[in-house]
C-alpha cells in the first residue's frame, strides 16, 4: 500500500506535498490504475493531520483527473502518464543519480547547491532540447 511522509521544514503545505507524492509515484509507475489510495482516516492516524488536508488534496487530485473517488470503497488512481520507463530503466537512472549525489556531496555542495546545480544543468538541457 501506497504510504504517505510529510516532511515539517519543507515549506510546502501539508496537502500540496500528498498531492506531489502521488503525482510523482503515478509518474514513475508506482502506483498504477484502480491501485486504491489510503482513505482519509487511514493517513490522518498514520499523519496526525487534519482530514480535510487530507481530503482536500484527493480533491486536487480528482480535479486533475488523476484519482476517483468511489463511494464506499476509496479514492482510486485512474490515470497513467504515457511517458512511463521500465522498472529496469528508472532502476539504472536512479543508480547513477544516487551516485551523482554521493560525489557532489563529498565534494562540499550542500542541499541548496545539489539542488541549484541540478536545476540549472535541467534549464539548459531544455534550451539545448534535450529535455
Known sequence: MFVFRLDANS????YLQLVQQVR????LGFLQPDDRLPLIREVVESLAINPNTV?????????????TGRPGQGTFVTHTP???VSPGTYTSLRRGLESW?????AAGLDEHA??????TVHHDAKVEGVA
Do not use: D, T
Not at 510523482?24 to 509518474?27: D, M, P, Y
Not at 481530503?55 to 484519482?67: D, H, I, M, S, T
Not at 549525489?101 to 556531496?105: S, V
Open 82 to 84: 504515457s511517458a512511463i
Open 24 to 27: 510523482q509515484a503515478v509518474l
Open 11 to 14: 515549506g510546502v503545505p501539508p
Open 55 to 67: 481530503a482536500k488534496a484527493y480533491r486536487q487530485l480528482e480535479q486533475e483527473a488523476l484519482v
Open 114 to 119: 545539489v539542488n541549484a546545480l541540478f536545476s
Open 101 to 105: 549525489l554521493h560525489r557532489a556531496y
